[in-house]
């Protein structure tokens, strides 16, 4: 009897090791032969699988917010508390988050010139942004910030000390730097709660 074979499980091991070999090796040595090694598989499986590198990358990039997605799911909570919690999901705190960051930043640049891949990217960007958007939303919600906040221009401004605080934490070689980090956020809603934001 043929053996059968979970097509969802073989393309998320794919996924990973592609998105191993991207954070190790980097993307020149993104290829089929390379992320068959690291998967364990032949490479024609492999092929069937990823028609086409750009398919391989985007599935990459998809794997990234589909994994960041049911992070957020399983959160609970609500508040200032909830709000860190979420944002830290974004953060590169632990290997499987620097990981993501990696790929995120090696495939984002060549999007620039790869207009296949600039939909996917925009995507993940996009959802960095509503996480954002949700986080000013909730300390709204709980009264922490003011309602008369500026949601729109604060989502933005939250977006872009995130990315900033992600690539500082991506070349800290601090053992401190997370909780650094994490006190920049809570004091910037604690300023942005009291109004000096």
Do not use: N, Y
Request: overall charge neutral; glycine content about 10%.
């Amino acid at each position: 009897m043929p053996k059968l074979i979970d097509h969802a499980q073989r393309d998320r091991e794919i996924g990973e090791a592609a998105m191993r070999v991207l954070a190790r090796d980097g993307l020149v040595a993104l290829s089929v032969r390379k992320v068959a090694e690291e998967a364990g598989l032949a490479t024609a499986s492999l092929r069937r699988a990823f028609p086409t590198q750009a398919a391989l990358r985007s599935f990459c990039l998809d794997g990234i917010r589909s994994a960041v997605a049911d992070r957020l799911r399983r959160l609970d909570g609500d508040g200032g508390r909830f709000v860190i919690a979420m944002l830290e999901e974004l953060l590169p705190l632990d290997e499987v988050r620097r990981t993501e960051l990696m790929v995120q930043l090696q495939l984002g640049s060549l999007a620039l010139t790869d207009g296949s891949l600039a939909p996917s990217v925009r995507e993940l960007s996009g959802g960095v942004r509503r996480v954002c958007d949700a986080a000013i939303a909730e300390l709204v919600r709980v009264g922490e910030v003011p309602a008369s906040v500026d949601a729109a221009f604060e989502g933005d401004r939250l977006h872009a000390l995130l990315d900033g605080l992600a690539l500082r934490l991506l070349w800290s070689t601090d053992s401190d730097a997370g909780a650094r980090a994490r006190t920049m956020l809570e004091r910037h809603f604690r300023m942005l709660g009291r109004g000096d934001g």
